[in-house]
């Protein structure tokens, strides 16, 4: 067979070509596609699009060629919307999340003397830009994580955790809902650092924050306040509530048997206490009403839960 001069440049191109006749038989690909899909145009010539393809989502692909008949008019199918159209191996060395090249896929009719006559699909081999594209998107996800937890304990971040206290505040007056507080700070966690050293005091906090993020609920909001300082929104949680969560963080801390340089360390904890009151109108006052409730607990000497003063009137 010999080649007309425009199938010759057809062939030099690095995207695949391939012509429809209006039943979906395959008048014509290029090279690319010979070699892509193994299979050399005569091989296929005058089959069924199908045939060669049964992947193709036959529904979708109709809709899609019948909008290009109708309108006369290019359409487009981007990676984003399909990975891909035709099963096509890739040829990369890098491991993408598919077996398959990536395809942005444009469908264009053709015309003879004024009459649709066939439909040209071009398929453009996207594999690099989808996997960077991938992996760029996994970074920033990594990155916008990464601000969000504390660097030592993996725990929520102040920022994030009084990003997370400022919408659970706005909810519970939205909507006159129960919300508490608790504040908790390790008694003097400056002897442990000033004893044992500071990898020791790290690791009192890195063990801290695990046993309390066991110990609390998914839908509570655990963070590092600060320091040896953390925090927990309770969304939902009257002051009963509250306090019985913050008895069980104390004696779990109290519990936690941590060795160092086979010596044990004690770690106890005071805890504040607050709820959201009709006087409170940002989440900064929650925080000051529990901040001033661990203070007392710490004044009251240590290792015990304060509820702050103006709760307990209430309580
Ligand atoms: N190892 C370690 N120490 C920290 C970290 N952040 C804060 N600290 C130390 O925590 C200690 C806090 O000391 P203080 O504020 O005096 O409080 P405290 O000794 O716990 O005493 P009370 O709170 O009154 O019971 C300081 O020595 C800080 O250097 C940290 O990330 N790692």
Known sequence: MTLSFCEKVTNQLNSGVIVLDLD???????????????????????LSVYDVFPELPKRWFERKLNGVKQLNSPSFCSWEQRHHLFELPHTRPITTDSHYMAQNVTFTPIEDKGQLTHICI??????????????????????????????????YNR?????????????ARRYDADLALIMFDLDHFKRINDNYGHQCGDMVLIETAKVIE???????????????????????????????????IRQRIEDIALLFNEEPINVTTSIGVATIGDDDFRYEDLIAH????LYEAKALGRNQVAVNKTLIACV
């Open 290 to 293: 529990a901040d001033q409730a």
């Open 159 to 171: 920022k994030h955790w009084e990003e997370c206290l400022a919408q659970e505040f706005a909810r």
């Open 24 to 46: 979906y038989r395959i008048v014509f690909w290029n090279n690319f596609l010979a070699i892509h899909a193994n299979k050399q145009f005569k091989d296929v010539c005058d």
């Open 122 to 155: 071009l398929i453009e081999d996207v594999t690099d830009v989808c996997h960077y594209q991938t992996m760029l998107r996994k970074t920033l996800d990594d990155l916008a994580m990464a601000n969000r937890i504390d660097g030592l304990t993996q725990v």
């Open 214 to 248: 066991e110990l609390i609920r998914i839908s509570d909001t655990f963070g590092r306040y600060g320091g040896e300082e953390f925090a927990v929104i309770l969304p939902e949680t009257g002051i009963a509530g509250a306090l019985d969560v913050a008895e069980k």
